[in-house]
């Protein structure tokens, strides 16, 4: 599996720093959420062109619905529209803003 390739890479990393003994331990027991991410990292997705999250993780489900009106990155308008409920990852759509007509990726809360 993925883990096992990623746990090797870690360890062979660190033990041609000479950092040994290794131990990777890999702890899946407690899901990611965009509820963990904090402003900054909104603010710099945003800086990037990338739609921040909006709303909190629990209360958007297992399949967000998604609507219209996606804050632009760009030029802030709430006059765009969703194109894609997936863009190029599953964790993002596609929108395109009505006003400045730039397409942009909205990172869906998850």
Not at 36 to 51: C, D, F, N, V
Request: aromatic share 8%; glycine share 6%; charged share 20%.
């Amino acid at each position: 599996p993925a883990t096992d390739l990623l746990k090797a890479e870690i360890t062979q990393a660190f033990t041609v720093q000479g950092l040994v003994p290794v131990q990777v331990v890999v702890d899946l027991s407690e899901v990611w959420t965009t509820d963990w991410m904090s402003e900054s990292g909104k603010q710099k997705l945003q800086q990037y062109g990338i739609a921040p999250p909006q709303g909190e993780a629990h209360s958007c489900g297992t399949h967000v619905a998604l609507s219209d009106g996606i804050e632009c990155p760009r030029c802030h308008s709430q006059h765009t529209k969703l194109l894609s409920e997936f863009s190029s990852t599953a964790c993002k759509a596609l929108y395109r803003c009505q006003q400045c007509l730039e397409p942009f990726d909205y990172f869906k809360c998850i």
